[in-house]
């Protein structure tokens, strides 16, 4: 946990970042990713040596800490991601070992969509009857572990870190789990903690927690794009609900919504000021938690996530975020002219 200096000095709130990246795998998924094959090996689907493989569709976090703990235990990690899935991810899963697949993207009622893709594919060897090795799909989607895990240990560590004492979390969804589990966490230890989802732009979930429905304005007849998130921002943002986001959903009280312009030169303003470099959604994060601070009561403590590096997302948000001036405002990242603090209460 890393107190991000200037933006607490610039909001007159205390901002603090939990450095998910600094897990081995370099992701808030190593959690879940151990979590999701301890889980298997005790129902006994993997068995290390036997030649199981672990199938997953992920745009690359999950993935990844799939690769590396397979790697380390004894299984094998078949990852499914979008053919435009980041050079330098797909380049780590296979330098991690990993099989990669690479699909076409396309909606999730497409069986040849990443994640069906994934599925099929443990099915397909789960019942191979030449092989004594078996398939597994991790599903972190829809897998009840992924939360739970959130709720066992990222919870527990924040509160523990905060000296029990924090006003807000902020987090995106990507599966959900993350926001899930660390928000009944801490509104089981202190329901006044307040939890705010952070969303990119063009996902349904901020009008999802604001009005009750999973939409966005680029889902307009005419006007959808190819993606079915349009953003530049990799692993949050969504415009299904899934099972981990469902888990979590009571505990969200607002959500903030930011643009790709504003997460990119928020990644430079970190990245000048504190040292921290960041992945987008972290970015998105650090956005969120401004905003929030500007509304809050002077001194809140807000808590972030740091989910990623920037080492992450070198050639594609980085390849923006580096044209933006080293010396940019806050009131820059945030287009206003000024800095002004509107406490709600
Ligand atoms: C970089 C990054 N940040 C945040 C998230 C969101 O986490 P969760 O899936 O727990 O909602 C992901 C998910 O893949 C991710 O890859």
């Known amino acids: 946990m890393v107190k991000i200096r200037s933006l607490s000095k610039l909001t007159g709130c205390e901002i603090y970042a939990k450095l998910e990246?600094?897990?081995?795998?370099?992701?808030?998924?190593?959690?879940?990713?151990?979590?999701?094959?301890?889980?298997?090996?005790?129902?006994?689907?993997?068995v290390p040596g036997r030649g199981d493989v672990v199938f997953e569709g992920t745009s690359g976090s999950t993935g990844i800490s799939f690769a590396m703990l397979c790697n380390a235990l004894g299984y094998t990690a078949h990852i499914c991601v979008q053919s435009d899935t980041s050079a330098e991810k797909i380049a780590l899963?296979?330098?991690?070992?990993?099989?990669?697949?690479?699909v076409k993207p396309a909606s999730i009622v497409d069986p040849e969509q990443y994640v069906n893709a994934a599925r099929a594919g443990?099915?397909?060897?789960?019942?191979?009857?030449?092989?004594?090795?078996?398939?597994?799909?991790?599903?972190?989607?829809e897998n009840d572990v992924n939360w739970r895990i959130h709720y066992e240990t990222t919870g527990p560590e924040i509160w523990e870190q905060m000296n029990h004492d924090l006003d807000y979390f902020i987090s995106g969804s990507g599966t959900g789990g993350t926001i899930a589990g660390i928000a009944r966490y801490l509104k089981d230890q202190d329901p006044n903690v307040t939890i705010v989802l952070a969303d990119p732009q063009g996902s349904g979930m901020f009008n999802r927690v604001k009005h009750g429905v999973m939409y966005d304005s680029v889902e307009k007849e005419g006007t959808r794009r190819r993606h079915q998130v349009d953003t530049i921002v990799e692993g949050i943002g969504l415009n299904r609900v899934t099972h981990n986001f469902l888990e979590g959903e009571e505990c969200i009280d607002d959500s903030e919504r930011v643009t790709d312009e504003q997460a990119i030169k928020m990644a430079r303003f970190l990245s000048s000021n504190e040292g921290l470099f960041v992945g987008a959604s972290s970015s998105i994060n650090a956005v969120a938690a401004t905003r929030t601070a500007l509304k809050a009561k002077k001194g809140s403590k807000i808590v972030i996530i740091g989910c990623d590096s920037?080492?992450?997302?070198?050639?594609?948000?980085?390849?923006e975020a580096v044209k933006v001036d080293r010396r940019v405002t806050l009131e820059e990242v945030l287009g206003t002219s000024v800095l002004q603090r509107k406490p709600v209460n």
């Open 21 to 46: 990246l600094s897990n081995p795998g370099g992701s808030a998924k190593d959690r879940t990713a151990l979590a999701i094959i301890r889980k298997f090996e005790k129902e006994g689907k993997l």
């Open 93 to 102: 899963l296979e330098s991690y070992g990993a099989d990669v697949e690479k």
């Open 122 to 141: 443990a099915e397909q060897l789960a019942s191979d009857k030449t092989t004594e090795a078996n398939g597994v799909f991790a599903d972190q989607f």
């Open 310 to 319: 920037g080492a992450r997302h070198l050639s594609k948000f980085w390849k």
